[in-house]
C-alpha cells in the first residue's frame, strides 16, 4: 500500500506529457517513390534561407531570397536570379539533378508556427538531359 501514492503520481506524470513536435517531417514523392525525412539543414543567412535535405542521393533544396522563412505567399520556382517572389528548387533523385521549368509555383504556410511549404505535382527536368524528367510533389518543413 505503501507504493500505491508513487504509482498514481508516476501515471499522472506519464499521462501530462505531450509528444514534441519540435521535428517536423518532409515528406515528398518523386514519381513512384516516397521520401520521408527529418533530417534537414537550414541555413539563415542576411539575404536568403535555405532548407535542405541531408541526403546526397535522395533530396531537395530550397532557396528562399529572403532574410525570413516565409509563412504565407506563393513563389514561382526559378533559380535564375535573387528575386524575393521567387524561390530555387530543385530536387535530386537518384543522384541526378532535377530543376523546374519556370511555370511552377511552391505555396507557403504555417503549421502551430512552423514554415511549411506545398509543391503540388509538378514536372522536374535534368538540365544535361531534356528527355529526363520527373514528376514531383510534396511537403517540405522547416524542422
Known amino acids: 500500500m505503501k507504493y500505491f501514492p508513487i504509482g498514481i503520481f508516476s501515471l499522472l506524470m506519464f499521462l501530462s506529457c505531450k509528444k514534441s513536435h519540435d521535428h517536423q517531417y518532409s515528406k515528398w514523392?518523386?514519381?513512384?517513390?516516397?521520401?520521408?525525412?527529418?533530417?534537414i539543414n537550414v541555413f539563415e543567412g542576411k539575404a536568403t534561407h535555405e532548407i535542405v535535405?541531408?541526403?546526397?542521393?535522395?533530396?531537395?533544396?530550397?532557396?528562399?531570397n529572403l532574410?525570413?522563412?516565409?509563412?504565407?505567399?506563393?513563389?514561382?520556382?526559378?533559380?535564375?536570379?535573387?528575386n524575393p517572389k521567387w524561390v530555387c528548387l530543385t530536387?535530386?533523385?537518384?543522384?541526378?539533378?532535377?530543376?523546374?521549368?519556370?511555370?511552377?509555383?511552391?505555396?507557403?504556410?504555417?503549421?502551430?508556427?512552423?514554415p511549411l511549404y506545398k509543391l503540388p505535382a509538378t514536372?522536374?527536368?535534368n538540365e544535361k538531359n531534356a528527355s529526363d524528367s520527373v514528376l514531383v510533389k510534396g511537403f517540405f518543413n522547416k524542422p
Not at 514523392?29 to 533530417?39: A, H, L, P, Q
Not at 541526378?96 to 511552391?106: C, D
Open 29 to 39: 514523392y518523386v514519381n513512384n517513390d516516397s521520401f520521408f525525412s527529418n533530417n
Open 53 to 64: 535535405g541531408d541526403d546526397y542521393t535522395n533530396r531537395f533544396w530550397l532557396i528562399f
Open 67 to 82: 532574410n525570413h522563412y516565409p509563412v504565407s505567399d506563393s513563389f514561382l520556382i526559378n533559380c535564375d536570379q535573387q
Open 91 to 114: 530536387i535530386t533523385y537518384n543522384g541526378i539533378g532535377y530543376v523546374s521549368p519556370k511555370n511552377a509555383f511552391l505555396f507557403a504556410t504555417s503549421v502551430s508556427g512552423n
Open 123 to 125: 514536372w522536374f527536368y
